[in-house]
């Protein structure tokens, strides 16, 4: 009777996953989760939804998924805020690492130093002198208070002396049309979305963050090649809901890895800038912790707090 009703429960997916997004469409998060999504659709039989919920830097899709059911059916795209948020808020409706289920590092993203025409710096070794001789000549966009633009610029500030003073948007859309119109002197961007414009002749770039140089940008150098041990990287990961159970966990995890492996999908979203990962569960976990201090310590450095 047992073996019998062993072969009888459904096995998972049997239905639709909802697939979280926590910021609007058209952002970098959604350009790796459509494709991500049609792979894991057409590899397991079954839709995968995704549902955008922005705001709060990500908090309000992080919660959401905190009180989700723990089934494997509700799952989340995380961003570097994830890690972030801790140290940002005074409080969030949940724990970060205790109400959620690491299953895989999906990808990382270098940021791109990307400037306008008229900014007078063309390298970063430019751009740290002119930093230190001109005080208050230079700014740099963000995406807003204590967002991975505004925290790498922050860093970049910290390790070399250059005096840059911080100009906040109300996203990335609006930041780059600052950049685009010379409002600002500089943007620490995703190197996804500031590409069109260096390509286009709009913008110059100074550097990427990334640990090499983009296959992207060959030509362009990494700001570690100036500033010894200065690597900063978004990254996008999938979360469920804390106790799901492991074999879930693991056939999300393996399925995600198996699709960032199809020749179609990694030629894709390599060619966006993104750097394909599919790690294991205990992999993403071990990142979750070294980015949760890394952050906290840009977070006290920059003196960012948000209600």
């Keep these: 009777a047992c073996v ?23 952002g970098s998060a959604d350009m790796l989760a459509r494709p991500l999504g049609a792979a894991l659709q057409k590899k397991w039989g079954q839709p995968v939804v995704l549902e955008y919920k922005p705001g709060a830097g990500g908090t309000i899709a992080s919660a959401q998924l905190a009180r989700a059911r723990p089934d494997g059916y509700t799952l989340l795209m995380v961003l570097a805020a994830h890690t972030i948020n801790p140290s940002l808020y005074p409080s969030l409706p949940y724990d970060t690492r205790r109400d959620f289920a690491p299953v895989s590092l999906v990808a990382t993203l270098p940021m791109l130093v990307a400037a306008p025409l008229s900014t007078p710096a063309n390298t970063v070794d430019e751009l740290i002198a002119y930093g230190k001789s001109h005080p208050g000549k230079l700014s740099f966009a963000s995406a807003g208070n204590g967002n991975t633009s505004h925290l790498a610029a922050e ?21 780059v049309v600052a950049l685009l119109g010379g409002e600002v002197s500089l943007m620490f961007d995703s190197i996804s979305t500031s590409l069109p414009q260096v390509r286009a002749g709009k913008l110059k770039a100074i550097a990427v963050t990334g640990e090499r140089r983009s296959p992207l940008l060959p030509d362009v150098p990494t700001v570690a090649e100036s500033v010894p041990g200065f690597v900063v990287n978004g990254w996008y990961g999938v979360l469920a809901p804390a106790g799901t159970p492991p074999e879930i966990v693991d056939t999300l995890s393996r399925g995600i890895a198996e699709a960032l492996a199809l020749p179609g999908l990694k030629q894709q ?7 394909t990962v599919g790690s294991t569960p205990a992999e993403f976990a071990g990142h979750i912790d070294r980015e949760l201090a890394t952050w906290k310590k840009a977070v006290e450095t920059s003196g960012a707090r948000l209600n």
């Design 4 to 26: 019998g009703a062993a072969h009888a429960a459904p096995s998972y997916p049997d239905k639709p996953i909802t697939l979280l997004i926590p910021y609007p469409p058209g």
């Design 155 to 175: 860093m970049f500030k910290n390790q070399t002396g250059a005096d840059m003073m911080h100009v906040p948007y109300k996203g990335s859309g609006p930041a």
């Design 269 to 275: 979203v390599e060619g966006y800038g993104y750097e």
